[in-house]
């Protein structure tokens, strides 16, 4: 039995007998009974299993070691007013697989640093474990949403000669030791994507509504908490939408997938709040409470001044339109000025990629970033510029040559 | 309106006004009306609009050229007996964007060739935009059938410094035009993965079933139908599973897959039977009510050596113990002798990889390979070797240095 199958039926197993293969996550022997918790992968939360020197093989289960893999059957015993709402009293245990002894994750905090060098154990910690299992809900929901509303999923070539906007600094793919790349594999030099969106666009040509969430690449050395090197991105592309249908489908995604994941990650986002960010569930739930917000770029730059104007310093104070918002001023926005997700839209066109749509001031463009408190931009978007000869015009000017972009 | 939408409701539009945007099919001028065959992309079937020489800007819509943008409102009328359920009578047309007179798609058939060099228009074909749409809805079967079992997905790295299982030549990722890696952006030699088993399995250790699903590169230079540099795979792993667990998986597993898109792309697997292989759909159902036949590749040698000495001729006809199955064979089992989808088991050790479980007979490993009618193997797997003693003895005799691995 899988465990997260007794604990989803605990309550009409009490008294019964359960078996299950798990590993030990602590073992701690007293006078009269000892307890194991275990844990076999498909339950946030353990299972604490009692012995007593009567079971069979006491000398030998009484050895299992932290990491061990063992068999237990047992009777479940509900245990109302515990932290745990039961636990197994075991009539048989075996150690299938007994652990090393210097099994690297003991019962200890251990630094990111160094589970970072035992990358293949870290999965196991309670941290990671709730984090992949936050972040496998999540890519559910996103394909789930996108399915249920039609769009046509579709994988963006990932070894591509084309450079997208210039998003990024991209990494050579190559079977060669030079750059002699007209006779390397493809006969052409070729890189790792730093966006899926050109191709997406012409699939939305097609299907109308389509969406990538496939890996993506920049070679930038910038070590921060926002860039990696590989990531996955979601890039949706409507045809015939303008930026109201953008802004209203950003929203609806950014709340389909918290919705998601509170019912299905409970027990790990109780973890997050706990042990790696204090209020985590009150803000995301504060966000599917939330109705959003909607403000023009040159609306933010007049309300940022005013801030300024009323003593609040920026570590980038120099606010100008044409400015690139930070994150300080981000969060400032949806945390400070609104206290909710915020979509600024109209931004100005020299900050932005050459394909969004030109407003008509001339100065600005139908993009748009939805800010979300804690973390400042989370979706970027924009209405594509429709007429060919307008890209063309704006390819020009900003010294892009478009032949690169077929 | 979407045209999905109007063709799931078509039966209580009768009469009634409907309105959307498509691009034009085709645009055929008759005497006293004028036809157009339109699609948004929303829906495989196109719709057909009936317009008179009364409407408003006639001169105008009668110019309206293949794969033009134009609104259309009118009546939807039920058509019975005809080869489409209904048809619009426009009361408004507009054209959105005229297209140029040279748009290379026209009202005829297009080689696959000829589409390969217009790659960004060719998903507006039928035939592509069948295949894709169906693309996707299988991915979307794949994520939900682990989904709903409790499989954790995992997104194995891509960029990585660890050769798998030498299952191919990789491509090698860089910044540099030589060969000084060490000076390179991760500071080692880095290249494309050839699988995300071993990451994969690293996980399973933690959730106990995992499955990663994502694209793999192979830098062969091997031109057929089964070669590609950039595919996606799926690569499910599974904690203290057997053989035959690992068999009733990927028999559900295709099972699932199928029956989500006879369901889901009726339309699209029509006209793939009709134009692309005549029969798919049997073939398809045949496999969902089949039930699967499983066979040791001990047996299987039998029976292709008793075929042979029936006159059997095969290209590969020199059949022993020790054989890499060809598809030829791996056909011949499956649609001649079964006549059913067919699980082979316990391959001879040396032609599979040294993490596949090894056999009491010493000669054979647990690995399974799925045949399916029409292909040969579609899907295979393996019970991991779980002792770590053994793994090493495997590798060295192998000639496979474990420390590349990490």
């Not at 015993?77 to 150690?95: D, N, Y």
């Not at 190559?174 to 750059?179: A, K, L, S």
């Not at 394909?355 to 209405?383: C, F, R, W």
């Amino acid at each position: 039995m899988l465990i997260s199958e007794i604990y989803k039926k605990h309550e009409s197993l009490d008294q019964k007998e359960v078996e299950f293969i798990a590993r030990v996550r602590s073992h701690r022997q007293g006078k009269a009974v000892s307890f194991l918790v275990l844990n076999d992968g498909t339950n946030f939360k353990d299972v604490q299993v009692v012995y007593k020197s009567d079971i069979k093989d006491f000398e030998e289960v009484a050895k299992a070691r932290i990491s061990s893999i063992i068999s237990v059957k047992g009777k479940l015993v509900l245990t109302p007013g515990k932290q745990q709402p039961f636990e197994v009293v075991a009539t048989e245990i075996k150690i299938l697989d007994q652990a090393i002894e210097e099994y690297p994750l003991q019962k200890k905090e251990h630094s990111p640093e160094f589970l970072r060098e035992i990358a293949h154990l870290r999965a196991r910690t309670k941290k990671f474990s709730a984090i992949f299992k936050i972040r496998s809900e999540a890519a559910f929901a996103i394909h789930k949403f996108f399915h249920d509303l039609g769009f046509v999923y579709v994988n963006s070539p990932l070894i591509t000669s084309n450079d997208a906007e210039g998003a990024g600094e991209s990494f050579v793919v190559t079977t060669r030791t030079d750059d002699k790349y007209e006779d390397d594999f493809f006969g052409r030099k070729a890189a790792l994507t730093v966006s899926g969106q050109l191709n997406a666009e012409s699939f939305a040509q097609a299907f109308q509504q389509v969406y990538t969430f496939g890996p993506t690449f920049r070679a930038e050395n910038s070590n921060t908490s926002k860039h990696a090197a590989e990531f996955w991105m979601i890039e949706p592309e409507i045809a015939f939408a303008d930026l109201n249908e953008n802004i209203d489908i950003i929203g609806k995604l950014v709340k389909f997938v918290i919705e998601h994941v509170i019912k299905n990650c409970h027990d790990e986002l109780e973890y997050c709040n706990e042990n790696l960010e204090d209020g985590l569930i009150n803000k995301l739930q504060a966000v599917l409470d939330s109705e959003y917000k909607v403000m023009t770029y040159s609306e933010v730059i007049e309300v940022l001044k005013d801030a300024i104007s009323k003593g609040h310093v920026f570590e980038e104070n120099n606010i100008e339109f044409g400015l690139d918002l930070g994150t300080e001023h981000e969060r400032y926005i949806c945390e400070v000025v609104n206290n909710a997700p915020t979509f600024v839209t109209n931004y100005p066109k020299d900050i932005k990629a050459f394909y969004m749509k030109k407003n008509e001031d001339g100065k600005t463009v139908a993009a748009v970033d939805m800010l979300v408190p804690g973390i400042g931009e989370l979706v970027g978007g924009s209405q594509r510029e429709a007429s060919y000869d307008k890209l063309i015009t704006r390819c020009n000017e900003m010294g892009i040559n478009p032949d690169e972009l077929a």
